[in-house]
């Protein structure tokens, strides 16, 4: 059973920026690879949104609502995703979530808190 495990979320300035990490424990490298990863938010009374994901083929995909502030990047041999926050805004406040994808089997992580706030 594949575990991701998210790490980087706290307190910003509106401005700021931070990064988010994803870790895909227990993940067997070669299978990783072939992982489409994913981040994913939730602000309070919201859906789940997409922000970004990496494509096993390396193609990254950015919503609209965060392209040319945020950037997804995914480095294989440590197994892990990053999502890079920059110029944060008021709006950006929800949790975030890492999902790994192959198939039509998902896996997610236990979502870390990203406030932005002044």
């Known amino acids: 059973q594949v575990q991701l495990v998210e790490s980087g979320g706290g307190l910003v300035q509106p401005g700021g920026s931070l990064s988010l990490s994803c870790t895909a424990s227990?993940?067997?490298?070669?299978?990783?690879?072939?992982?489409?990863m994913g981040w994913y938010r939730q602000a309070p009374g919201k859906q789940r949104e997409l922000v970004a994901t990496f494509t096993d083929d390396g193609d990254t995909n950015v919503a609209d609502a965060v392209k040319g502030r945020f950037t997804i990047s995914k480095n294989n041999s440590k197994k892990t995703v990053y999502l890079q926050m920059s110029s944060l805004r008021p709006e950006d406040t929800a949790v975030y979530y890492c999902?790994?994808?192959?198939?039509?089997?998902?896996?997610w992580g236990q979502g870390t808190q990203v406030t932005v706030s002044s």
């Open positions: 227990r993940a067997i490298l070669s299978t990783f690879i072939q992982y489409t």
């Open positions: 999902r790994g994808s192959i198939g039509e089997t998902h896996y």
